[in-house]
């Protein structure tokens, strides 16, 4: 069945990593924006209170692009502590911009699944830029696991 109302340019990708540390470790880790800097490359700068951030708090982020810098106004619009925690914010190059981040424990370790979501691209999506966010999101997985787990990067 097809929805009716999604964008001819909706695109949504995941990615996951299992990582040794509880679902709470992970989460509060991944939605303080504060450790953003810590593993996304294009993520520079943080205004935000340095703490997990919950549904209705919001924060600035400072972005590097190849062609210069974007500045994101981002909002939670919904989080389970342990569980999942969604944010949103919009561009004028790309739309909304929606992550999801769920984490699942199994057995000693936590499935951290990082979702991107842009409901209404201005034009389509290539696949060099399918690459590209795949080889981004595997380093920025590998940055988390690293960090929580205490590993040199």
Known sequence: MTNTNQSPNHFERSHDILITATPDTVLDY?????????????????E?????LRK?????????????EAVLDWKVTDCTPGALWIGETHTPFIGTIIVRYDVEAIGEQTKFTRTLINPSRPKPITDNMIAAIDEEAAASLLNIKNNIEGRPA
Request: contains cysteine; hydrophobic residues 30%; proline residues 9%.
């Open 30 to 46: 991944v939605c303080n924006p504060n450790s953003w800097p810590e593993w996304i490359f294009a993520s520079h700068q943080i």
């Open 48 to 52: 935000s209170e340095d703490r997990p």
């Open 56 to 68: 209705g708090d919001t924060f600035r982020e400072f972005w590097h692009t190849k062609t210069g």
